[in-house]
Nanobody
């Protein structure tokens, strides 16, 4: 069992930055691939970024490539999403999730989910 708690969301101006954190509890974190997803009202949850268990491999949605960076610190059981050059279309609830397979962009592949953190970007 893995429990995930996101933090770091809030209000940012277009062009600004935010860093999201996802703290994990449980014994499998260092063996889990991790992902960040986002969702806006009325839309399906969409893939943002993923990282393998060691942190040596990452992947990004085209919409965030070059602006967002996913990383992890297994000693701290935490995964991060650094978001730069924010745009109004990045406004969403952001979720972190854990999986036992990598790479995966499908929500169905992720077993554990956090409660989400709101990111609002004002233009």
């Amino acid at each position: 069992q893995v429990q995930l708690v996101e933090s770091g969301g809030g209000l940012a101006q277009a062009g600004g930055s935010l860093r999201l954190s996802c703290a994990a509890s449980g014994r499998t974190f260092s063996r889990n691939a991790m992902g960040w997803f986002r969702q806006t009202p009325g839309k399906e949850r969409e893939f943002v970024a993923h990282i393998n268990s060691s942190g040596s491999r990452t992947g990004y949605a085209d919409s965030v490539k070059g602006r967002f960076t996913i990383s992890r610190d297994n000693a701290k059981n935490t995964v991060y999403l650094q978001m730069n050059s924010l745009k109004s279309e990045d406004t969403a609830v952001y979720y972190c999730a854990a999986a036992f397979v990598y790479p995966e962009v499908r929500t169905a592949a992720y077993i554990y989910w956090g409660q989400g953190t709101q990111v609002t970007v004002s233009s």
